[in-house]
């Protein structure tokens, strides 16, 4: 096994920022960069959204992790990039899915839909769960423009 850690980006907005402060300690086992904001005042996700997906997009890091209310704002954002995969999960098998099917590369957490547990769960599915590839590449390599 190497001993090189997966890397990944996290960004919220002030929904989000709570559940991305917890959400960083329960990431200890990885290498983790906050890209804001530092506090729960009122942001604009965007803001957010883009650094963590560019970081990604460049491959400086393996996956990115994006909280904002109801994830709609930061999907929609991180999607904007051509190499962005980006899911929203809200339950378990969602998690499981969008990486399973569809390589999603960004994870998107509605944090006012789910329970911190339920985050910690989505997230841990998410980044421990393989591309299934096979009939699911095809699809992938259609998806941008």
Request: charge should be negative; hydrophobic fraction near 40%.
């Amino acid at each position: 096994m190497s001993d090189t850690k997966i890397k990944i980006a996290i960004g919220a907005d002030h929904a989000g920022f709570d559940y991305k402060e917890i959400l960083k300690d329960f990431l200890k086992d990885y290498e983790v960069k906050d890209f804001g904001p530092f506090s729960a005042d009122s942001v604009d996700y965007p803001d957010f959204a883009h650094p963590v997906a560019s970081a990604v997009e460049k491959g400086e890091f393996t996956y990115g992790i994006l909280l904002c209310g109801s994830a709609n704002g930061v999907a929609i954002t991180a999607n904007k990039h051509q190499g962005i995969r980006a899911g929203l999960c809200w339950e378990n098998e969602v998690a499981s899915l969008v990486r399973l099917h569809n390589n999603a590369n960004v994870l998107c957490i509605p944090a006012r839909f789910v329970s911190v547990d339920e985050a910690k769960q989505i997230t841990e599915t998410f980044l421990t769960t393989p591309f299934e590839g096979g009939r699911h590449q095809n699809r992938i390599e259609k998806i941008s423009c």
